[in-house]
């Protein structure tokens, strides 16, 4: 099995995905905390699919904060570093109302609102929260089938095996 790296020079190209074929670049991460914690990054072009074929498509690029300083210092910053302003993802959202969707996500949201919803959601997850959740929840598993509205569903619990309906 070959081992594919993509690289810009000497250094591997954290913005590329092939890059990470081989695994994630620690050295290259490693580099980077210690010589350019916060640096901006370039976007390699990408061939992307959708219901119109094949295209060739390069985002903005991103800031790469490589540092539990420097993250929390760009958290505290959404005027500068901004999730929410263009997403979090390497495929920009094509429309606005794809970036409208697209910030509903906790991962896409600047501060006060990632605070305020993470603490909504945090709060689900407590073990004491859990552990009610894994014992409500069926012990095993049931057929794919389809209930009054034809809808399916499916439950989990850290405790049990997923369970479909």
Do not use: I
Not at 4 to 27: E, I, K, L, M
Not at 109 to 117: G, N
């Amino acid at each position: 099995m070959s081992m594919v790296v993509v690289s810009t020079g000497n250094r591997a190209d954290v913005a590329h995905p092939a890059t990470y074929a081989a695994g994630v670049p620690y050295a290259e991460f490693a580099r980077l905390r210690r010589e350019e914690p916060v640096s901006w990054v370039p976007e390699a072009a990408l061939w992307r699919r959708s219901g119109e074929g094949r295209m060739l498509s390069q985002g903005p690029g991103f800031w790469a904060v490589t540092t539990h300083d420097g993250v929390v210092s760009a958290s505290r910053q959404p005027e500068v570093f901004s999730s929410g302003r263009q997403g979090a993802f390497l495929a920009d959202p094509r429309t606005t109302a794809d970036l409208e969707q697209a910030r509903q996500l906790l991962v896409n949201m600047d501060a006060p609102q990632h605070a305020r919803v993470r603490k909504l959601v945090t709060a689900v997850f407590t073990p004491g929260r859990s552990g009610r959740s894994a014992r409500a929840s069926p012990r095993t598993p049931g057929p794919w089938s389809s209930g009054r509205s034809g809808k399916r569903s499916a439950t989990w619990s850290p405790t049990s095996r997923p369970s479909c309906r």
